[in-house]
Structure formats: structure tokens, C-alpha cells
């Protein structure tokens, strides 16, 4: 009896655990300084508890550093462990900096000589060196050991560059991700709220390092540069693994893809979207899933 208590208590957990959603996030250690010169740290991650380190890390060649003027700064410098990467940042000309991580990949299936095969445009494999070295491995190398004895190889993904012409039963599905944060020095500026417009991007109304609890907040959400009516929205407080669920709230942008947002308490906050559809730039693509993630930090009154 107790085998079967524990075994139904470890299956229950298994299926919370695959139910958490997986999120990416860049977090400063402060979202506001006074004087230039000023230095910030940004963590980045992907994590089933915001803000949080317990999955693995965005990347520092995904992520881009833009100046107060709206010009790119050089990339950052910092290192990739197991969990998250971790940079500083020198915060040399006063305004509002945008630190953003923009992931666009194609992945899905085909049949290819009459076997379906994974499709990636992305190439996996372990980085040399560990997570932060300099290159991923080709899809098309060596595949890995079965996973248990008697249990067939699993075929690595394909590159959707190699794709053959003859596959056929295409399922791709093309990704637009999009994970930002502002960081502030002296007094808020706007250059930074542009560039490229590919999926969900944010265009604000209240600027987003001047938050405050006891005042509603107002941000228009962008589709390849066009308003987005009707785009669901949801706020998620951190210390999420505190509570017994994710406990976001939802909003909808109005016709103008505005949507006011009343903030629960001070505190940090994780801002997303999220939207479907069937513009995919890659023509072998039915769908396209968009993604849009923004750190917020709203002070006390």
C-alpha cells in the first residue's frame, strides 16, 4: 500500500512539473542608477520559476546591449554556467538602455527516404569547452546512445538547411522569441523602443523603468510593427516557487493593442505575450509562434 502511495505521489509530482511553463528572462540587480558610470549585472535564463536559476541559460551570443541614442554596444562580456549567464554592464551615457535577447528558429518534422526526422534550423550539440564555448555541434553527427538497453537510437535533428527537396510531410513551425529589460540612468529617454520589428515588441506608454504600485500602467504591444488587438497579456509576480502556482494575471489589448495594467504590490515582475499565426517568413512553415517577455521593477509609492 505504501509503494503505491508513494508511486502515485511521484506521478502527481512528474505531471506539476511538466505543467510549469518555461520561461526566459534577463534580470538586473537594479533597473534605475544615478550617475554615469554606473554598473549593472544582468542574469539570463530560462526557468520554470521566474526568476530563478533551474534550467538552463540564454546564450551571451544571443544577447544585444542598446544604447541610450538607440546604437548597438559592443557584445557583452561574462560568463555561461550551468544555469544561467551572468554579465556586467558599464553604463557610460545617461538614459534608458535595452538589454534584449532575440531567438528566431525553425523546428518540426519531415519524412525523409520514408522516416520522419526532427527538423531544427538551430544545431545542437554540446558547446566545446561547456555551455559558453564557441560553437554547437552539426545535427547530422553521430547519434547519441540509446537511452536504456534494447531501446533504438534516436536520429539527430536535421538542419533545415539540408533539408532535401523530396521530404515531404512537412510539420514546421517557425519561433519568434523576444526577451528584453531597461535599465536607467538619470532620466528616462525613448530611442531604444525601435529596431528590429520582427513578432511582439513593446512600444510604451508608461515607460517601463518608471513604475509604481499605486499607479496603473499603460503599453502598447507591436506585431511586425502593427498593433496587436486582442494579444493576450500576463503578469507574473516573482517568488512564484513560493506559491502554490503560477498565478499570473491575464490582460487583452484593446483595439489599439493597449492594455492598462494595475500592479498587485512592489516588487519585480515578468511581462509576457503571446500569439499564433501564419506569416512564418520560412515558406516551408504553416505556423508561427510569437513570444515576448519584459522584466519590470515597480517601486513602493
Do not use: C
Not at 540509446?146 to 523530396?166: C, K, S, V, W
Not at 500576463?234 to 492594455?259: C, K, M, N, P
Amino acid at each position: 500500500m505504501k509503494l503505491k502511495i508513494l508511486l502515485a505521489l511521484s506521478i502527481a509530482t512528474l505531471a506539476a512539473s511538466s505543467a510549469l511553463a518555461d520561461h526566459a528572462f534577463l534580470m538586473p540587480s537594479f533597473s534605475n542608477f544615478s550617475g554615469v558610470q554606473s554598473v549593472v549585472q544582468i542574469d539570463a535564463a530560462q526557468a520554470d520559476n521566474i526568476f530563478q536559476f533551474d534550467h538552463r541559460p540564454i546564450q551571451l551570443d544571443q544577447i544585444k546591449v542598446y544604447r541610450p541614442d538607440g546604437s548597438e554596444a559592443e557584445k557583452p562580456q561574462g560568463s555561461t554556467s550551468r544555469f544561467r549567464s551572468t554579465f556586467d554592464l558599464k553604463l557610460d551615457a545617461p538614459g534608458t538602455w535595452k538589454i534584449a535577447a532575440l531567438n528566431v528558429m525553425v523546428s518540426g518534422t519531415a519524412v525523409i527516404g520514408g522516416e520522419e526526422r526532427r527538423v531544427s534550423s538551430m544545431r545542437f550539440g554540446r558547446r566545446p569547452g561547456g555551455p559558453g564555448g564557441p560553437a554547437m555541434q552539426r545535427p547530422d553527427g553521430p547519434p547519441r546512445a540509446p537511452g536504456a538497453p534494447g531501446e533504438p537510437r534516436r536520429q539527430p535533428p536535421i538542419l533545415l538547411a539540408d533539408l532535401p527537396a523530396d521530404a515531404t510531410d512537412l510539420k514546421l513551425t517557425e519561433i519568434v522569441g523576444r526577451t528584453e529589460v531597461f535599465v536607467t540612468v538619470n532620466a528616462p529617454t525613448t530611442q531604444v523602443f525601435g529596431g528590429d520589428p520582427r513578432g511582439i515588441t513593446l512600444q510604451p506608454i508608461t515607460h517601463p523603468t518608471d513604475l509604481v504600485s499605486n499607479e496603473p500602467a499603460k503599453f502598447k504591444f507591436l506585431i511586425d510593427g502593427q498593433p496587436a488587438a486582442k494579444l493576450k497579456v500576463t503578469l507574473i509576480a516573482g517568488g512564484q516557487r513560493f506559491r502554490d502556482s503560477e498565478a499570473g494575471i491575464d490582460f487583452t489589448t484593446d483595439a489599439q493593442g493597449v492594455v492598462t495594467i494595475k500592479w498587485p504590490a512592489p516588487g519585480y515582475y515578468l511581462l509576457t505575450a503571446s500569439a499564433e499565426d501564419n506569416k512564418a517568413a520560412e515558406k516551408r512553415a504553416t505556423v508561427r509562434r510569437l513570444s515576448y517577455g519584459a522584466t519590470l521593477e515597480v517601486a513602493a509609492p
